[in-house]
C-alpha cells in the first residue's frame, strides 16, 4: 500500500514539474490517439469487417456475395472496435504486448482542464465519472422519450401513432436503454467518483481499464438507439429478447444482441476495477468494518457482476448464433430447448435487479445518516445483509418462470428463496428507519430522494412479495402488476437513489452548490408524478391487463388515459432536474469542501478534489458514521495523526 | 420512549393501516372469480394483502412520524443521540419477518398443490364423459384454437366450458411462446413451442370471459385475444355433440371443409381484414383487396393466395412486416384448397 503511495506522488511531482509533451503536428496528429485517428480508423476497420466477409463468401460460393445483414452483424464488432483503437483505447497494451517501447506515464490522459478533456480518453477516475454520468443521463432521456411515445400510443386503445413493430420496439429500446445505458452505469459512474475518493485512493487500480470500460458504453447505447435505423426496425421482443420469438425477428434483433455484449463488456471491467480497487487500496486504517456502506455496496454489485454477466452475454451470443449460423440452441424441432435461453438469461437477469440496487441501499445509507446526522443503525448488519442478498440472489431465478412451463417442483422452493431475501431488505428498511429515529433530520434534496426511495420501495418490496407467492404470480406475471412492480424498484428504487446520489455528490463533482429549490421542485413532481402514472397499474394488471401491448380492452381506456397525462408530468419534471444540473453547473455558487458536514474522506478535501484526490495520505480512525459521539473522527492526515487508543470502539 | 409519542406513533399506524386497508376494500381489485382455482388465489391474495397493510403501516408510521418529530431547524447544527444499534431489536426485526414470509409460503404452496390437482375419474364417475374434462389448446400467432378429444377432436376458435367440472387444458404452441390466460379463472400457463404444458380450471361461474395472450408473441400480440364461455352442464353436452357429429362428418368428407372454418380456426383472423369472415385485422394486408394485390405482385389470384399461405416470406406486400408464420405450410391439402377458393371469391 504504502509503495503505491509513494510511488504516485512521485508521479505526480513529474506530473507538475514535466511540461506536457508538444501536441503533435501535420501527418502525425492523423497517427496520435483521438478523434481524428478515430475518424480514418473506423471506416478502415469497417473496410475490415465488409472484406472479411466477402473474401469468405466469394471463396465458399455464397451468394449473393455482399450480403448486407452479414456485414452489418460483423461490423457490429469490427467497428466499435476501429474507434475504439483510433480514439486510443488501446494504445498501453498494443505497444506493451507487440514489444513497442511504452509511453512513460506523464499524465497528460489524467484530470481534465477543459471541456475537451471529457472527450478523449482519460484515466481520471474523476473524469470517468463524470462522463459515465453526463453519457447515461443522455441515454436516460432518449429512453424516456421512447416512453412518452409509449404513453402517448397507450392513452386510448386501438392504433394511433405507431404500428406494432415500432411499438415493440418503443417498449424493448426502452427497457434496454434503461437498464443498460442508464441504470447500471449511472450508479458505476457515481461509484467511479466517490469510491477512491472514500477509500483515501488516489485513483482506481486500473486507469486505463477504466477509461477502456466508459468508452464501450456509448457504443452499446448508439447500436440500441441506431437499431430504428435498420429495415425491418428495432429489436421487438422486449429487453428480455426471449427465444424462439427473438431467433425469427428482423435484422434489428442482433443490434440488442451486440449492444449487450458492449454494455456488458464494460460492466465486468468496471466491476472487477471496483474488486480490485476495493481490496487493494484501501487508505491505511481503512479496515472492511470501516468502510462507508456505498463501499460495501458496490462490494457486492461488483461480485454479481462479475459472477452474473456473462450468463446475459452466453444467452445473447445463443441467440445471435441461431438467428446468424443457423445453430438449434433454442430450436426445438431440431433438439433446442427453448425455456434454456429463459434459465441462462434470468440467472444473469434476477442479479441484474441487485446489481441495479444495491448501489443504491449504498447511496441511501450515506445520505440518510449525514442528514439524520446520526450514525447508521446496525451498521454491520447492514453490510451483512448486502452479502446476504448477494448470495440469495443467485437462488430465486426461477421466480421469473413460474407459468413458463418449467419442471413443477422448481416453483415451491424458489418461491421460499425468493420469500427469504425480504428477511435482508427488510433489514435494511428498518435500519434506515432507526437511522431517523431522534435524528437531527435537514431535508435537503438527497434526504428527500432518499426517503422518496425507502417509501416507494417498500411499496415495491411488498407488490414483490405478491408476485413471489406462486398462485397470486400465476395469475399476475405477465401483467400490469409487473409493471408496477417493476418501476417501483427501479424508478422508485434505483432512479430515486441515483437523484439522491447525484444531488448529493454534485457540489464535490463540480465545485458549485446546486439550487434548492428547484431541487425540492424536481423531488415533489417525481414524486407525485411516479406515483399517479404507476400505482393504477397495479389494479390494470390485476384486472386483466397483459404488458407489452399497443391495444387493450376498451374498459380500461380511461384509466389508461389518466395514467398517460400523469406520465407525461413525470416525463417534464425531468426538465427540473437538467435545468437544475446545467445551470448550477455554469452559474450556482462555490460549493464548500465539506456541505453537509460528512465525516467521510471524500468530504474532507478541496470541491472538486485535486486530480489525485489526498495531497497526503489520510489516516483512517474509526467507523465513517460516528454522528454525536464527541471527538469522533473517520480520517485524519498526516499533520494531525492520532493514537489508535483514541479510535471509537466499533459498536 | 416517552408515553405520549408512543401513542402518536400507534394513532399513525392505525391512520395509515386504515387507509391503506380502505384502499385495499374499496376498490375492487380481483376480478369477480369465475373458477374454484381463483377463488384460493383470492384467499391468498388477502391473506398477503393483510400482513402488507400491517407492515405498510408500521413504516408509513415511522416515516411521518421521524419527519414530524425530528426535523431539524435550519440553524441546528447539534447531531442524533450516537445510537448505533440495538441487538433485540435487529433480532425481532430479522426474526418477525422470516415468520411471515414462511407463513406465506406455506399458505401458497398448499393453494398451489390444491390448484394443480386434478380430480381424476372415480370409478363410480368413470362413466361421466366430464370428470375431468380435456381440451387441448393450440397457441399459434396470433390465435387460439381449442379442440376436444372426447368429442370427435371438434374445434372452436372460442373455449366453452361446463360449469363445475374440471378441465385439464393441454397447450401446446405451433411457433413461438404463447401464455393463455383468463383473468376471472386466475390460472395462466405458456405455451411453449416442443414443450407439453398444461393447466387446471374448475369454472364456477356461468359467463362469457376473455382469453389473453400474455407472453410477448410478435406483431399480433395485442390482438391475440378469444373468449371462453362458461355454459350449463347440460348445454355444453348439446353442443359438443353437436360439433362432434359436425367434426366427424368433416372427418369422413373433408372435401366440404368449409373455407370460413379454416380460416377463423387458423386465426387468420387476428391478422386480416376479411369482410366475408368478419375479420378486422390489421397487422397483416387487407384480404378484401386480394385481386389488386395479386395484380401488383404479377401473378394469377389463385397461385397467389396459395403461394401467400404456404410460403409467406416469398413476397410480401410493400409496407408490410415479413411477419406471417410458416406453420400454414402443413395444412392438410383439402383445408388449403378450401382456403384459397374462400378467399378467391369463390363461396368454399
Redesign the interface.
Known amino acids: 500500500m504504502t509503495e503505491t503511495v509513494v510511488g504516485f506522488h512521485e508521479h505526480e511531482a513529474q506530473a507538475e514539474h514535466a511540461p506536457p509533451a508538444p501536441p503533435p503536428r501535420g501527418l502525425r496528429r492523423l497517427l496520435a490517439p483521438g478523434w481524428l485517428r478515430a475518424l480514418w480508423m473506423t471506416p478502415l476497420f469497417f473496410g475490415i469487417g465488409a472484406g472479411l466477409v466477402v473474401l469468405i463468401r466469394w471463396l465458399e460460393g455464397w451468394h449473393p456475395i455482399w450480403d448486407g445483414s452479414v456485414i452489418t452483424t460483423v461490423e457490429l464488432t469490427t467497428l466499435p472496435l476501429g474507434f475504439l483503437a483510433g480514439i486510443g483505447g488501446f494504445d498501453y497494451w498494443v505497444r506493451y504486448a507487440s514489444g513497442a517501447p511504452t509511453r512513460p506515464e506523464d499524465h497528460s490522459g489524467h484530470g481534465a482542464r477543459s471541456w475537451r478533456d471529457y472527450f478523449r480518453i482519460n484515466t481520471d477516475h474523476k473524469v470517468i465519472g463524470i462522463q459515465y454520468l453526463v453519457t447515461t443521463i443522455v441515454f436516460f432521456v432518449i429512453a424516456g422519450l421512447l416512453a412518452m411515445f409509449m404513453r402517448a400510443e397507450l392513452a386510448r386503445p386501438g392504433?394511433q401513432f405507431v404500428d406494432?413493430?415500432t411499438f415493440?420496439g418503443l417498449f424493448s429500446v426502452h427497457a434496454a436503454l434503461m437498464i443498460f445505458l442508464f441504470v447500471i452505469p449511472a450508479f458505476a459512474g457515481i461509484g467511479n467518483y466517490v469510491i477512491p475518493l472514500m477509500l483515501g485512493a488516489p485513483d482506481m487500480a486500473f486507469p486505463r481499464l477504466n477509461a477502456l470500460s466508459f468508452w464501450l458504453l456509448p457504443i452499446a447505447g448508439i447500436m440500441m438507439v441506431s437499431s430504428f435505423l435498420v429495415p425491418?426496425?428495432p429489436f421487438a421482443?422486449?429487453w428480455t429478447n426471449?427465444a424462439?420469438?427473438s431467433v425469427?425477428q428482423?435484422l434489428g434483433n442482433t443490434f440488442f444482441s451486440m449492444a449487450v455484449q458492449w454494455a456488458g463488456a464494460s460492466s465486468i471491467m468496471t466491476a472487477l476495477n471496483f474488486l480490485v480497487t476495493i481490496i487493494t487500496m484501501r487508505a491505511p486504517g481503512m479496515t472492511f468494518w470501516r468502510m462507508p456502506l456505498l463501499v460495501w455496496a458496490n462490494f457486492t454489485t461488483s461480485l454479481l457482476v462479475v459472477i452474473a454477466t456473462p450468463f446475459i452475454a452466453g444467452s445473447q451470443f445463443f441467440v445471435m448464433f441461431d438467428r446468424v449460423m443457423h445453430t438449434h440452441f433454442f430450436d426445438?424441432?431440431a433438439g433446442?430447448?427453448?425455456?434454456g435461453y429463459q434459465h441462462i438469461f434470468w440467472f444473469y437477469s434476477h442479479p441484474a435487479v441487485y446489481i441495479m440496487m444495491l448501489p443504491g441501499f449504498g447511496i441511501a445509507s450515506e445520505v440518510i445518516s449525514v442528514m439524520?446526522?446520526?450514525?447508521i443503525?446496525?451498521?454491520?448488519?447492514m453490510a451483512v445483509s448486502l452479502m446476504a442478498i448477494l448470495i440469495l440472489g443467485f437462488s430465486v431465478w426461477a421466480h421469473h418462470m413460474f407459468?413458463?412451463?418449467m419442471a413443477?417442483w422448481l416453483?415451491?422452493p424458489m418461491?421460499?428463496t425468493s420469500?427469504?431475501i425480504?428477511?435482508p431488505t427488510?433489514?435494511k428498511?428498518?435500519?434506515w428507519?432507526?437511522t431517523?429515529?431522534?435524528?437531527?433530520?435537514?431535508?435537503y434534496t438527497p434526504m428527500l430522494f432518499a426517503?422518496g426511495f425507502?417509501?416507494m420501495f417498500?411499496?415495491g418490496g411488498?407488490s414483490g412479495?405478491?408476485l413471489?407467492?406462486?398462485?397470486?404470480d400465476?395469475?399476475t406475471?405477465?401483467?400490469y402488476f409487473v409493471v408496477a412492480h417493476i418501476h417501483y424498484v427501479l424508478f422508485g428504487g434505483s432512479l430515486f437513489t441515483i437523484f439522491a446520489g447525484i444531488y448529493f455528490w454534485f457540489p464535490k463533482m463540480t465545485g458549485k452548490m446546486y439550487d434548492e429549490r428547484l431541487g425540492k421542485l424536481h423531488f415533489w413532481l417525481t414524486f407525485v408524478g411516479f406515483n399517479l402514472t404507476f400505482f393504477p397499474m397495479?389494479?390494470l394488471g390485476?384486472?386483466?391487463m397483459?404488458?407489452?401491448?399497443?391495444?387493450?380492452?376498451p374498459r380500461f381506456a380511461d384509466l389508461n388515459l389518466f395514467i398517460s397525462l400523469a406520465s407525461f408530468g413525470l416525463g417534464a419534471s425531468t426538465l427540473v432536474f437538467l435545468y437544475n444540473m446545467v445551470k448550477s453547473w455554469r452559474f450556482g455558487p462555490t460549493a464548500p469542501a465539506n456541505p453537509w458536514?460528512s465525516m467521510t474522506l471524500e468530504w474532507q478535501v478541496s470541491s472538486p478534489p485535486p486530480v489525485f484526490n489526498f495531497d497526503e495520505i489520510p489516516q483512517v480512525v474509526g467507523t465513517p458514521y460516528?454522528?454525536?459521539?464527541p471527538g469522533?473522527r473517520h480520517g485524519v492526515f498526516n499533520g494531525e495523526r492520532v493514537h489508535e487508543q483514541e479510535q471509537v470502539p466499533v459498536? | 420512549m416517552r408515553r405520549g409519542s408512543i401513542v402518536q406513533l400507534v394513532l399513525l399506524g392505525v391512520l395509515f393501516g386504515g387507509g391503506a386497508a380502505a384502499v385495499a376494500l374499496l376498490i375492487p381489485w380481483l376480478p369477480d372469480p369465475a373458477s374454484e382455482q381463483a377463488d384460493r388465489i383470492d384467499f391468498v391474495f388477502w391473506f398477503v394483502t393483510t400482513i402488507c397493510i400491517a407492515i405498510f403501516a408500521l413504516v408509513a408510521a415511522v416515516i411521518v412520524y421521524s419527519l414530524l418529530k425530528f426535523r431539524a431547524r435550519p440553524d441546528d447544527d447539534s447531531d442524533g443521540p450516537p445510537t448505533h444499534g440495538h441487538t433485540g431489536l435487529e433480532i425481532v426485526w430479522t426474526a418477525v419477518p422470516a415468520v411471515l414470509v414462511t407463513a406465506i409460503s406455506i399458505v401458497s404452496a398448499v393453494v398451489l398443490a390444491r390448484n394443480d390437482h386434478l380430480p381424476q375419474a372415480s370409478a363410480a364417475g368413470a362413466r361421466d364423459p366430464l370428470k375431468p374434462l380435456i381440451v387441448k389448446v393450440t397457441a399459434q400467432q396470433f390465435a387460439w384454437l381449442f379442440t376436444y378429444p372426447a368429442y370427435g377432436n371438434a374445434t372452436s376458435s372460442t373455449l366453452r366450458l361446463p360449469l363445475h367440472v374440471p378441465v385439464d387444458l393441454k397447450l401446446k404452441s405451433l411457433d413461438v411462446i404463447h401464455s393463455f390466460w383468463v383473468p376471472e379463472f386466475g390460472q395462466k400457463q405458456d405455451a411453449v413451442p416442443g414443450l407439453d404444458t398444461h393447466v387446471v380450471v374448475t369454472p364456477k361461474r356461468l359467463g362469457t370471459f376473455p382469453v389473453i395472450c400474455t407472453e410477448l408473441c410478435g406483431l399480433g400480440h395485442a390482438v391475440m385475444r378469444s373468449w371462453t364461455t362458461v355454459m350449463p352442464r347440460a348445454d355444453f353436452l348439446t353442443w359438443a355433440n353437436k360439433q362432434k357429429s359436425a367434426a366427424g362428418g368433416g372427418a369422413s368428407g373433408s372435401a366440404t371443409a368449409s373455407g370460413k372454418t379454416v380460416f377463423v380456426n387458423n386465426g387468420c383472423n387476428g391478422c386480416h381484414t376479411f369482410e366475408p369472415a368478419g375479420a378486422s385485422g390489421t397487422v397483416g394486408p387487407d384480404l378484401d383487396k386480394l385481386p389488386a394485390l395479386a395484380r401488383k405482385a404479377g401473378k394469377p389470384l389463385d397461385a397467389f393466395i396459395r403461394q401467400s399461405i404456404v410460403d409467406p416470406s416469398a413476397y410480401v406486400e410493400p409496407g408490410y412486416p415479413n411477419a406471417m408464420p410458416g406453420t400454414f405450410a402443413s395444412l392438410p391439402k383439402e383445408q388449403l384448397d378450401a382456403l384459397v377458393k374462400y378467399l378467391s371469391g369463390g363461396k368454399g
Open positions: 392504433m406494432n413493430q415493440n425491418g426496425g421482443a422486449g426471449y424462439t420469438l425469427h428482423p426445438w424441432t433446442g430447448y427453448p425455456l439524520a446526522r446520526k450514525p443503525f446496525g451498521y454491520r448488519l407459468v413458463a412451463g413443477p416453483r415451491v418461491m421460499v420469500m427469504v425480504a428477511v427488510g433489514i428498511v428498518f435500519s428507519l432507526a431517523l429515529w431522534e435524528g437531527r433530520i435537514h431535508f426517503l425507502v417509501s417498500v411499496i411488498l412479495i405478491y413471489a407467492a406462486v398462485p397470486i400465476i395469475h406475471s405477465d401483467t397495479h389494479w390485476i384486472q386483466g397483459p404488458r407489452r401491448v399497443a391495444d387493450y380492452a458536514r460516528e454522528y454525536g459521539v469522533a459498536p
